[in-house]
């Protein structure tokens, strides 16, 4: 099945720093989300980007599918932006949605 | 963005006994839903996908007969732990893909089986 890495797995900013994850898949994709999962749990839409880049506010994402690969900037971290960020996937062949979760990179920003 | 409901959002029960988890979608139909699982510090698994009308389909390594799916409705499908043990305790999550695009998450119920 496909296979997904996300980097880095932890990092801890001071408030105010930008920072970029990442997340490398190993096939082809018909559906990329990232979402961020708050303290309680919860998972948070972030961006919906099988394609191309998108904006919100302080957040930004990048897909380049050709290449595998899809980034999501965070800019002046605050420390409500703690937590977890996955990227999640359905595979080319697949377009039911059930996901394939990356490992997360755990994010801990300091005021 | 579309909502999707889950309730309980916390659970607490004693070994053997059944608890069920239902997931509504409030302002969208969705004939296929989502269960996940994630334990402490991992990410989430795919236990199985319900389907509106037919019979739920499971991960490989997931037990049917413990983890019951039903998909009552368009906007309704039910997880239901029979006779939980404390290893079935774990942050059980649905989803729903809105208009076969982006997929909307429930809040997640904690389950602690004691």
């Known amino acids: 099945g496909i296979q997904v890495e996300q980097s880095p797995p932890d990092l801890i900013l001071q408030e105010g720093a930008n920072s970029t994850l990442r997340c490398n898949f190993s096939?082809?994709?018909?559906?990329l989300q990232w979402f961020h999962q708050n303290p309680w749990g919860q998972l948070i839409n972030l961006f919906y980007?099988?394609?191309g880049t998108k904006q919100n506010g302080r957040l930004s994402a990048t897909t380049v599918a050709t290449e595998r690969y899809s980034l999501l900037y965070i800019s002046s971290s605050q420390t409500t932006d703690s937590g977890v960020y996955f990227c999640?996937?359905?595979?080319?062949?697949?377009?039911?949605?059930?996901?394939?979760f990356g490992p997360g990179t755990r994010l801990s920003v300091l005021p | 963005g579309a909502v999707v409901s889950q309730h309980p959002s916390w659970v607490i029960c004693k070994s053997g006994t059944s608890v069920k988890i239902e997931c509504r979608s409030l302002d969208f139909q969705a004939t296929t839903m989502f269960w996940y699982r994630q334990f402490p510090k991992q990410s989430l698994m795919l236990m199985a996908t319900?389907?509106?009308?037919?019979?739920?389909?499971?991960e490989q390594g997931v037990e049917k007969d413990k983890f019951l799916i039903n998909h009552a409705s368009l906007t309704l499908s039910t997880l239901t732990v029979t006779s939980a043990h404390p290893e079935d305790s774990s942050f059980y999550i649905c989803?729903?893909?809105?208009?076969?695009?982006?997929?909307?998450f429930g809040q997640g119920t904690r389950l602690t089986v004691v």
């Open positions: 989803s729903a893909p809105h208009r076969h695009t982006e997929a909307f």
């Open positions: 999640a996937l359905s595979p080319g062949d697949n377009y039911g949605q059930n996901f394939v």
């Open positions: 980007i099988p394609s």
């Open positions: 319900s389907n509106e009308g037919s019979k739920a389909t499971y």
């Open positions: 096939d082809s994709v018909n559906n």
